[in-house]
Nanobody
């Protein structure tokens, strides 16, 4: 069993920045890590993915604004969010998809973008 704990969410003004962290209780080395988000009344959507080798992929709606990174030594994944918009308001979740039966999620961290 792997536990994922997100942190770093909060209230920020439009145009501002936040850095989310996801700390894993076990090693993330060799595994894909993902960030998702879910806004009120909407389905959960994929935001960014980072492979074990550091290859990054982003949803179109965050390209050029968000950066996913990882520190395998700390078993931590990050999501740097810049130029935040009100539509980025959501609960952000960290995901470690080992297998369909071992698909781990964090508890989520709230990000609110508002003036």
């Amino acid at each position: 069993q792997v536990q994922l704990v997100e942190s770093g969410g909060g209230l920020v003004q439009p145009g501002g920045s936040l850095r989310l962290s996801c700390a894993a209780s076990g090693s993330i080395f060799g595994n894909v890590m993902k960030w998702y988000r879910q806004a009120p009344g909407k389905e959960r959507e994929l935001v960014a993915t980072i492979s074990s080798g550091g290859f990054r992929n982003y949803a179109d709606f965050v390209k050029g604004r968000f950066t996913i990174s990882r520190d395998n030594a700390k078993n931590t994944v990050y999501l740097q969010m810049n130029s935040l918009k009100p539509e980025d308001t959501a609960v952000y979740y960290c995901n470690l998809p080992l297998t369909p039966q071992r698909n781990y999620w964090g508890q989520g961290t709230q990000v609110t973008v508002s003036s």
